[in-house]
């Protein structure tokens, strides 16, 4: 019997342990393959054989994002994809291909959710203002991540420092002695 793969798995996510076999895109696979995905992403890391079927890596990558880093090659570089695995784990933009992680779209969505993928972007965002911005709004500690220009950047640092007084450390010499920056950290630690 053929299906769809949404179908398979919106018709076996009430039954999660229905044993029949059923045909998706020429492989078999047990009806609660998908409900287990759909249940746990993560699950992807036992299923090899499908680790390269877009509907099922996509239905993973949006239950637990770091789901992606089971995902083949190809699907990591799938923009929709990682834009979903971003969406519910930033930290997912550490499996992203690294094409992914010098798009700004994808990039944006990963540090508005966690600061700290910027750990993962690539050095050309590292630099950029917005970007760095909202990794450090988000996680203040993300300013060790910014490229060395930003971590000088006042109006940077004291984003940071209104998230995390720590990412004082971060900071160049210069601006962690600035007037406006200990003010800042004097009235963060009350």
């Known amino acids: 019997l053929k299906v769809g793969l949404r179908a398979l798995c919106d018709a076996h996510l ?5 044993p029949a076999r059923v ?3 020429g492989t078999h696979a047990r009806g609660g393959t998908c409900a287990k995905v759909k ?6 890391y036992t299923m090899v054989s499908h680790q390269a079927d ?6 993973a990558v949006t239950q637990d994002g770091l789901a992606l880093s089971y995902a083949a090659p190809a699907l990591k570089a799938d923009r929709e994809v990682v ?3 971003v969406a519910q784990d930033g930290s997912a933009l550490e499996f992203a291909s690294l ?10 969505a990963a540090v508005t959710r966690v600061g700290g993928a910027l750990r993962a972007a690539a050095p050309e965002l590292k630099g950029d203002h917005q970007v760095v911005l909202a990794a450090v709004t988000q996680n203040g500690l993300a300013l060790e991540f910014a490229s060395p220009e930003l ?5 940077i640092l ?4 209104a998230n995390d007084v720590s990412a004082l450390g971060y900071a160049t010499p210069e601006l962690q002695t600035d007037r406006d920056v200990v003010l800042a950290v004097m009235a963060q630690n009350g």
């Open 99 to 108: 094409e992914l992680q010098a798009d700004r779209e994808v990039v944006l």
């Open 83 to 85: 834009l979903s695995a």
């Open 54 to 59: 877009r509907k099922l890596v996509l239905a």
């Open 23 to 25: 045909d998706v895109g």
């Open 14 to 18: 009430p039954d999660l342990e229905t």
């Open 158 to 161: 004291l984003a940071a420092i």
């Open 151 to 155: 971590q000088a950047d006042r109006n």
């Open 39 to 44: 249940r746990d992403g993560r699950a992807l």
